[in-house]
């Protein structure tokens, strides 16, 4: 248990230094690169608790910042699923603003609705296990991950996609 214990504290560290970054700074490459650790630390996690039982999976957790949010083993695959698809949607309307903004060449209309398309999809994938969790879970994983921006809005979410 003791290397789970570590990935709840790298956890808890990297949810510490999202709460710490500056509002200018959310949604930006530094943050982006803060959900990738998270999300590999996640990773390194979901493999810890496929041995764990469900009662010391809750024990592992006791006095964690993560003791509410991840009230069962599964929410941690969960959460691999959301910060995924919350990765892949950012960095894909990001590469096609890029393409509009400053790269639009003759094989720009082919990469930029490649990458609308896997935008659309990953926030439709995140909007399908949003739902299926709901919101109240879902306001927990918004705020432990600081996606506090208009677009990863529960009512935001609902009403697009």
Known sequence: ????????VNLEMLSDDISALEHDVIDT??????LHSV??????????VALETEASFQKSLSGSLFENIFERKRMVGVYIKLVGYVITAWEATNKAKA???ENFDSSADKRLELLQVKAIRAKSQLKTVATAMGKEDYAKFVQTLGLSAKEWQWDTLRARF
């Open 29 to 34: 490459a530094a943050h982006i690169k803060l």
């Open 1 to 8: 248990m003791a290397s789970l214990q570590r990935t709840w």
């Open 99 to 101: 393409i509009i903004s």
């Open 39 to 48: 999300l590999e630390e996640l990773k390194i996690a979901e493999s810890f």
